[in-house]
């Protein structure tokens, strides 16, 4: 498997890899104590997501560092979140190493998917 940008195999864009998919669930309540709720949750889609590539990013970076950030304390960023809209997770203001030129930093968001 190959990159789906990757300009030097033309092959590369045959097998599209399609990411981790999340479903967005919003919910706001009144509990007995008269606290107002409010809560944002993503749900993984693995049918509709990429089951896994090769050499893409989706089954081995993308959920590793997920789970990393969350239990760290950083969330990714969810910019106009809507109630049962599909997004997808990626990788956003990449930091690239001056010496080796590999991306050292980054942060993940998720971006909303138009149908």
């Avoid at 990411?19 to 706001?28: M, P, W």
């Avoid at 104590?33 to 809560?39: D, L, S, T, V």
């Avoid at 993984?44 to 893409?56: A, F, T, Y």
């Amino acid at each position: 498997m190959y990159f789906m940008d990757d300009p030097i195999n033309p092959r590369a864009t045959e097998k599209k890899c399609k990411g981790l998919i999340f479903r967005a669930h919003v919910n706001g309540f009144v509990n007995m104590r008269g606290q107002y709720i409010y809560k944002e949750s993503m749900t993984l889609l693995k049918r509709q997501s990429c089951p896994g590539c090769e050499d893409g990013p989706c089954d081995r970076y993308l959920w590793d560092d997920l789970l990393e950030d969350v239990s760290g304390g950083t969330f990714p960023i969810i910019k106009d979140i809507v109630n049962d809209a599909l997004y997808k997770l990626i990788i956003v203001n990449k930091s690239i190493d001056w010496e080796t030129g590999t991306v050292d930093e980054y942060d993940l968001e998720f971006r909303k998917i138009d149908k």
